[in-house]
């Protein structure tokens, strides 16, 4: 049972645009979320965080927005740089408890 | 300096082997976890430590048995391997169990044969 979704396994976008990535969560109980990212053979690496009584955050480039009524999170990219071509996971917890998303790769095309 | 080391980073055996993971964090965190990644990329918590005490345990056969000698440090230990054990098995830590964000290690590849 997936309590947190990412729907799309893969992106692509032109170097300089902006990247969306989705994640659908179905606990309303969650009240924490963050984004990791992660490059092949290593481990996640944690981008940026929400707490449930903000709905946006930003960290230089990055931006994550949350919609609590729909259950949704997204993280902005802003502008995308090759770099940033990586699998990126959303997570959401209550607190102590943390479940993972399945991932989305993204890839900027230079 | 690396933060959250694990080793090895590669592990191939038989099945019914006995296999050991070690962990170790030098961020000075006061918890840590397992967490195994499966062939469809989910990634999933097992256990967590906080000062050396089990807090999470999530539904893992009994063959998965996790210590920790002290807050620096959390091992697994897998008993009687089954081919679905293959995965990657990502050790992390966070600074407390509560609203924290975790480091993770590189993963160790398992492989059963």
């Known amino acids: 049972d997936q309590q947190v979704k990412q729907n799309s396994p893969s992106l692509s976008v032109q170097e300089g645009r902006i990247s969306i990535l989705n994640c659908d969560y179905t606990?309303?109980?969650?009240?924490?979320f963050l984004w990791y990212k992660k490059y092949p053979a290593e481990g996640p690496t944690f981008l940026i965080s929400i707490s449930s009584i903000k709905d946006k955050n930003e960290d230089g480039r990055f931006t994550v927005f949350l919609n609590k009524s729909a259950k949704h999170l997204s993280l902005h990219i802003v502008p995308s740089q090759p770099g940033d071509s990586a699998v990126y996971f959303c997570a959401a917890s209550t607190g102590n408890q943390f479940y993972f998303g399945t991932g989305t790769s993204l890839t900027v095309i230079p | 300096d690396t933060a959250v080391s694990q080793t090895p980073k590669y592990l191939v055996t038989q099945m019914g082997n006995d296999k050991s993971i070690k962990c170790e964090q030098n961020?000075?965190?006061?918890?840590m976890y397992w967490y195994k990644q499966d062939s469809k990329k989910f990634l999933k918590i097992m256990f967590s430590?906080?000062?050396?005490?089990?807090?999470i345990n999530e539904t893992v056969p009994n063959r998965f048995s996790p210590k920790s000698p002290d807050k620096a440090h959390l091992n697994l230990h897998i008993n009687s391997l089954e081919l679905g054990d293959s995965a990657v098995y990502f050790c992390?830590?966070?600074?407390?169990?509560?609203?924290?964000?975790?480091?993770f290690g590189d993963g160790t590849r398992l492989s059963i044969l």
């Open positions: 430590y906080n000062n050396k005490e089990l807090i």
């Open positions: 961020l000075g965190h006061d918890t």
């Open positions: 992390a830590s966070s600074q407390d169990s509560y609203y924290q964000p975790q480091h």
């Open positions: 606990n309303s109980m969650f009240d924490y």
